[in-house]
Structure formats: structure tokens, C-alpha cells
């Protein structure tokens, strides 16, 4: 069973930046495409962006552009999102997300269908 | 203001049909499988509908999906109590080259 494992909760001042990590259990990182998604406090579901563990390529939301970084560590099966200059409203629930169709028969257009546990992230001054 | 519209509230009760819209546009729906996630209070969501219509292993057949045009929808039928949640559609968007959310449906059971 595949399982994605993220990191602890963080607290961060305004301007700071946040790494958050995903640990894939019982599968490779590099076979999947890995996205990030956060949820604000009473909001919905927000996509934020996506890599491609094999060969890096990255997709990212109009949002965040610019301000977050998503790569995977293929040697530890472990993908990050970092999002710097944070802010109040980055303030969340974020969640990495892959589909379990493998990059080599599906693409980036095929949704995801297994979820890690989530992870808060608290900006305040 | 999210790029997929879905109704912010429905309801029914036990036993009844409730179906839930997702609107989108070319770029999205209309081009693309639509998703539907099941989100309980304080966990993370589920998939309940794949590639528009199909049902991964272990989601109860009382959910469906489907897609016309631009537009999509889940139906839960027989509704039981412990479907009380937030639903969401999601679908990719060719013009973004991202993926997008509906803002999300609360389900509430009578």
C-alpha cells in the first residue's frame, strides 16, 4: 500500500520561508507525478503546483508562482514543497498528493488518488 | 472565486438521492476527466469518482459520476448519514496548465 508520510507542523513569521516534506512509502517518487494542495482555515481545496520527479519538470499555480519551489528527491523517494515570503493567508493545511498511475502511462492530466496526512503550517507575527 | 463552480451547500435525507454540479468550461471539463473528493472534518480527502465516471476499488457504488460538455456531476444515491461531508470536483486545465478545485459542497444529512 502506498503511503506519503509529511512532516510536522510549522510556525513561521511574515516573510519567512517553509520547507515541507513527503515521504513515499511503499513505492517510487520518480514513477509519479508529485502535487501540492493547501486548504485555509474554513476554505477549500487549492492546487498549488506539481513535479515530475524524473526529470524535474514543474507546473505551478498562478497563485504562488514565483514564491514556491516543488522538487523530489529521487534517492530518498521524498518530495518538498518550499514557499517563501510567507504571508498570513499562507497560513493552511498542506497536503502532497500523487496519482498512482505511473509518468510512463500517464500524464500530468490524470488526477491524484492517494494523499499524504497533511501538514499545518501557522504565519504569524 | 474558483475556475470550477459548484453549489457551496446541499442536502438530503437518509435514503434520498442527492445529486451535486460542478461547472466548469472548454479548458477544463469540457476537454478533461472531472475528480470528486470526499473531504470528512479534519482529514485529508478521498477520491470517490475518477476519469469523469469510474469508481476506484473500495468506494461503495451509491456514488457516480458523470460528465456533459463542460459540466459534470456527482450523484449519491441511497444517502446515508456518514456521507455528511465536503465534496469537491477538480479537474485540469489546459489554458492554466494546472489543475483547478471547485470551491467545494457541504453535504449535510437530515
Known amino acids: 500500500e502506498v503511503q506519503l508520510v509529511q512532516s510536522g507542523a510549522e510556525v513561521k513569521r511574515p516573510g519567512a520561508t517553509v520547507k515541507i516534506s513527503c515521504k513515499v512509502s511503499?513505492?517510487?517518487?520518480?514513477?509519479?507525478?508529485m502535487h501540492w494542495v493547501r486548504q485555509a482555515p474554513g476554505k477549500g481545496l487549492e492546487w498549488m503546483g506539481l513535479v515530475d520527479p524524473e526529470d524535474g519538470e514543474t507546473k505551478y499555480a498562478e497563485k504562488v508562482r514565483g514564491r514556491v519551489t516543488i522538487t523530489a528527491d529521487t534517492s530518498t523517494d521524498t518530495a518538498y514543497m518550499e514557499l517563501s515570503s510567507l504571508r498570513s493567508d499562507d497560513t493552511a493545511v498542506y497536503y502532497c498528493?500523487?496519482?498512482?498511475?505511473?509518468?510512463?502511462?500517464?500524464?500530468?492530466?490524470?488526477?491524484?488518488?492517494?494523499w499524504g496526512n497533511g501538514t499545518t503550517v501557522i504565519v504569524s507575527s | 472565486q474558483s475556475v470550477l463552480t459548484q453549489p457551496p451547500s446541499a442536502s438530503g435525507t437518509p435514503g434520498q438521492r442527492v445529486t451535486i454540479s460542478c461547472s466548469g468550461s472548454s479548458s477544463n471539463i469540457g476537454n478533461n476527466y472531472v475528480y470528486w473528493y470526499q473531504q470528512l472534518p479534519g482529514t485529508a480527502p478521498k477520491v470517490l469518482i475518477s476519469r469523469s465516471n469510474q469508481r476506484p476499488s473500495g468506494v461503495p457504488d451509491r456514488f457516480s459520476g458523470s460528465k456533459s460538455g463542460a459540466s459534470a456531476s456527482l450523484a449519491i444515491s441511497g444517502l446515508r448519514s456518514e456521507d455528511e461531508a465536503d465534496y469537491y470536483c477538480a479537474s485540469w486545465d489546459d489554458s492554466l496548465s494546472g489543475w483547478v478545485f471547485g470551491g467545494g459542497t457541504k453535504l449535510t444529512v437530515l
Open positions: 498528493a500523487m496519482s498512482s498511475c505511473s509518468t510512463s502511462r500517464c500524464s500530468m492530466d490524470i488526477g491524484v488518488d492517494v
Open positions: 511503499g513505492n517510487t517518487v520518480s514513477d509519479h507525478y
